[in-house]
């Protein structure tokens, strides 16, 4: 019997229900895609924060110890390098996936028509591949993305996969300026160890003392001072979690942390978990984190997922009103079934029981139907705004079902415990 | 006042008092919807600014570099700075450099303001303090590596150089100053001492450097000249800036002002996702809210439909039917949309003290647009239960049918 009035209940009143499905669709719609957002904006920040560029340097270790050792003369100092071959061991630490980009550098002095310019060797657009154990680890990375803010002036990026790619150079747009060179243009350096002639592929523009440098393959940068397959700079860009109490603590020294909270440190994508990480990997080397990067993007990921949490909170409130209340309404709107119900001798148990199934079926299908419209509503606004899929969190379809239960049932007791309380004479004759 | 509108207004009031619960509902749904809707406007539109100070923490934006002199004079720092808006300038520090030598080895000192610097620099980490005052530095940590400086020491930097006549000789007691006998050259050797407050990490090239104040650079060279570069720090985006550094090239003589791509290209990628991330969010919770708004209100609508027959069956028309119905509707709408544009304000301002610790810019233009389009969003949604309600035919409708 019991089943028979839900039945009819459906049957019959399909649109008051309707009404109630669409209502608690639409809450749980918004409350979807707003949690999942909410829940994974801070790495999609993250990712557009890494236009900054990179936010750990890797350099090697020994180069102060060396210098403080033996007394170099005149300040001039012994030059140390990190081996080209070590590089793929960045890929092999805990968090790697989190390593967006890096690319190695040296540097050198040269002479370009007789005055010293600085050059520097790098990757531009690089596929690196690495293998360890019968793992292979691959990449694709360079300057192209660590120096996204370059303002090409004349010509275009370099072409690495062009097979003379080594001929090539690019040139900062003040040293062009006061050289006149331009795109095209052949430039002969002169290194302490060779010399190269090179193709200008393009002049850019960075804002910074870059503007007085040029640009050109690492290979080519070792054979102009003779260090082939050393390195000088590694430049990290990895995504990290904003700073606490713990990565301050630990970045005075790991060891004084605790098991626990060294297990925690060194499980979280702190910068400063990330460069101890490479530092074990790659043992000559030190890595540190670009404060002006890492401190800025930090608060400013903090910044964002406060906002964006306050900003679904009231959409999550707003959802939750707005459900109870229809639900109130689509239950008090009832009075005249209820009573009757109770005057024919229902107790008021088992009509709490029949409205409750009633309401709470057509919210489950609500929110089933709610769930998909805000997956896709995430998948909107992460196309738009990130051009990336947003991921969907388990955990955020589990606070919609608790949320909608919830409100649902906030919604509807009071307006039952209303009903009953009154008299089904006066009700069933019409007077409210 | 004649009778029928005596009785409308009747019909109106007593509608609100008589049916109170169910038109609290309704009120209140139209409060939900106007709160999101001026809370979230309010926000998206003060994003921008909220944001743009908190990108200052990655230093300076834009750079004054002297053009054709050696050094930026006062004036022409002063000239450069008072073409960027008070309200958009964070801080700005003059940077003079000059080299010199602690144990024999060549290090670069910068002569700095210490109070500016936390404005232009403030992603510093310094262990220690900062330097306060004349004869203290703050050293960097590459620097203090190679020389083996650590905090709390005192270290004597040393300068021997040729007087010329730019020279500044009032400086030094005149006993530091000797006469090369075979070049008739005069010659001077004086040291600065500086005790070491704290140690510079910042991960860049700025550890490089010892910093000081300018008192002391001027001491330590015995030249009284301008500064070698500017950075400044200015809460703009970037077509802004690239509009003050051309005033600044252009206005002022000496002075060449430049962008620091990196951070200001940066920032506006990030501040475009970010800004149209608040949009999209605000355009979606918005429809979603107006349509929730608009099912409360064809509920509370349906409902009448017995009420509406039995005003058709004692011979009302069908056009006094909407325009009674619609008048409630419109009050509720404007009820909820001025109770809510003072919510949504509330809110935003709550959102904008916690994230941003600022209060939001309050824009007086949304409270009528709120008003406005709760009115409207209401008005719509009664008008298609009333239209398919007034064409009923009363006596299925009290039958119970």
Known sequence: MFFRMVRGTFVRQWKKLLMIALTVALGASIATAMLNVMLDVGDKINEELKTYGSNITVIPQSEAVMNKLYDVENGETQDEFLNEDKLGELLTIFWANNITDFAPETDAQVLLDGNEVKVVGSWF???????????????????????SWWDIKDGQWMDESASDSDRYAMVGCQLADKNNISAGDSITLKGSRGEEVLTVSGIYESGDDEDEYIYTTLSAAQRLTGTQGLLKKIEVSAITSPEDELAVKAARDPSLLSGDEYDLWYCTAYVSSICFQIQEAIPEASATAV?????????????????????????????????????????????????????????????????????????????????????????????????????????????????????????????????????????LHGGH | ???????????????????????????????????????????????????????????????????EEESISSEELEKSISLIPE???????????ENSKIHNMPVTFAGI????????????HISGEMPQNDGEALVGAKVAEKLGLKTGESVSAENSFEITPDTDISLIPEYEIFED?????????????????????TGGSEEEYIYVTYKDVEYLSLTKRGYDIVEVSAAAMQDTLKSYTKRISDDVEGVSAR??????????????????????????????????????????????????????????????????FMCEGLFLGGAGGILGSVLGYVFAQLVSMNVFSTSITFRPLLIPITIAASVLVTGLACLIPIRSAVDVDPALVLKGE
């Open chain 2, 113 to 124: 303001d210490f109070e500016s610097v936390t404005k232009t620099s403030p992603y510093w």
């Open chain 2, 259 to 324: 962008l620091v791509k990196r951070v200001t290209a940066s920032e506006s990628t990030v501040l475009d996702k970010l800004q149209s991330l608040v949009f999209i969010v605000t355009a979606v919770v918005l429809v979603l809210t107006m349509i929730c708004v608009a099912t409360t209100m064809t509920a509370v609508i349906t409902e009448r439909r017995k009420e509406i027959g039995l005003r058709k069956s004692l011979g009302a028309y069908n056009s006094d039917i909407i325009v009674e």
């Open chain 1, 125 to 147: 657009a690089h596929h690196f591949e690495y293998e360890k154990k019968g793992t292979t680890y691959t990449r694709d990375t360079g300057l192209i993305n660590l120096r």
């Open chain 1, 291 to 427: 404060r002006q990067i890492a401190d800025s993007e930090g608060k400013i990921l903090e910044k964002t997922e406060l906002l964006m949490t306050l900003i679904t909170v009231l959409s999550l409130i707003g959802a939750a009103l707005g459900i109870s209340n229809l639900v109130t309404s689509g239950v008090m709107e009832r009075s005249i079934e209820l009573t009757l119900l109770k005057a024919v001798g229902a107790k008021n148990g088992q009509v709490t029981f029949l409205v409750l199934t009633e309401v709470m079926a057509t919210a489950v299908v609500g929110t089933a139907v709610g769930y998909l419209m805000g997956y896709v509503f995430a998948q909107i606004i992460g196309e738009t705004v990130f051009n990336s899929a947003i991921e969907m969190n388990g955990m955020a379809a589990f606070i919609v079902a608790v949320l909608i239960l919830f409100v649902t049932l906030l919604g509807s007791i009071p307006a039952i415990r209303l009903l009953l309380r009154l008299k089904p004479s006066e009700v």
């Open chain 2, 87 to 97: 309200n958009e300038l964070e801080g700005y520090t003059p940077y003079r450099y």
């Open chain 2, 1 to 67: 006042m004649n009778k029928k509108t005596l009785m409308f207004f009747r019909m109106v009031a007593a509608s609100f008092i008589r049916r109170r619960s169910r038109m609290l509902i309704a009120l209140f749904a139209v409060i939900i919807g106007a709160t999101i809707l001026s809370g979230l406007v309010m926000i998206y539109y003060d994003v921008p600014r909220q944001m743009s100070t908190q990108f200052r923490s990655y230093g300076a934006n834009l750079i004054l570099t002297p053009s």
């Open chain 2, 181 to 201: 006998p075979e070049t008739g050259e005069k010659h001077c050797d004086h040291s600065l001492d500086i005790s070491i407050t704290g140690i510079l990490e």
